[in-house]
């Protein structure tokens, strides 16, 4: 398998689909004007584009953040629909693809649901403050904003959302349910997972968990971090 390449990977279950658009670093690898022996090698697993991953479901298709790598994404996948997306966190390698997401309002004439934590809002309405001003563009982009302040439903899933630590801010970590089932927990971008989120997520049939480096790192676990918190969650 081509674990978040530039071809990517999809994870099939029932009721869900799950595609890794990219599961790169903030730089993507290969990293621009390094040398060392991951960015030159051939192996299509060292090609990774930013992280982001796509859900689909008998009901809708959502996405997972929007990275600037997320045009090339859409394009490789030939996405042509898209019915609501759920960011993580502002960090600028899961949100500068967002302009991109006018494509999906023009082709269906319609606005784009929006799901954030209240700060990640906060950051996007001032980043992005043309399509959320009063002035709004038709068939630009029309963001629908959706504050996460506790579990919600989108695309026929239940969504448990949970606190993560990274660094000095929090990232919005994932759990996907439907009929009781826990589908999948995505925990991307975090330096520890705390036992609530453990708790939400244990068992879950699938788990995504951030996993940057052998060594430790200030803003996100180590594989062996990874590894520790995935027995403790203990996901099929």
């Known amino acids: 398998m081509e674990?978040?390449?530039?071809?990517?990977?999809?994870?099939?279950?029932?009721?869900?689909?799950?595609?890794?658009?990219?599961?790169?670093?903030?730089?993507?690898?290969?990293?621009?004007?390094?040398?060392?022996?991951?960015?030159?090698?051939?192996?299509?697993?060292?090609?990774?584009?930013?992280?982001?991953?796509?859900?689909?479901?008998?009901?809708?298709?959502?996405?997972?953040?929007?990275p600037p790598d997320f045009r090339t994404q859409c394009l490789r996948e030939n996405l042509q629909r898209l019915d609501a997306v759920i960011y993580t966190h502002s960090h600028t390698d899961h949100i500068l693809g967002f302009d991109d997401l006018r494509r999906f309002c023009e082709i269906e004439n319609k606005e784009m649901p929006i799901y954030a934590s209240p700060g990640t809002l906060t950051d996007l309405k001032r980043i992005f403050g043309y399509a959320f001003g009063d002035l709004l563009y038709k068939n630009y982009i029309r963001p629908q904003a959706h504050v996460i302040d506790g579990p919600f439903q989108v695309a026929g899933l239940d969504v448990f959302p949970v606190q993560l630590p990274h660094g000095r801010m929090m990232t919005t970590g994932l759990v996907f349910s439907k009929n009781g089932r826990k589908l999948i927990a995505y925990f991307t971008d975090c330096q520890s997972v705390p036992p609530e989120a453990i708790e939400a997520a244990q068992h879950a049939e699938v788990l995504v968990i951030d996993a940057l480096r052998h060594s430790a790192h200030t803003t996100h676990l180590s594989l062996n971090g990874a590894i520790a918190v995935a027995g403790e969650i203990a996901a099929k």
Request: charged share 25%.
């Open 3 to 66: 674990y978040g390449s530039l071809h990517a990977t999809k994870k099939a279950m029932q009721d869900l689909e799950v595609t890794f658009l990219g599961t790169g670093t903030s730089h993507g690898i290969p990293v621009i004007g390094c040398d060392c022996r991951v960015c030159a090698s051939e192996d299509l697993r060292d090609k990774r584009l930013r992280t982001c991953a796509l859900l689909k479901t008998t009901e809708a298709i959502l996405q997972i953040d929007t």
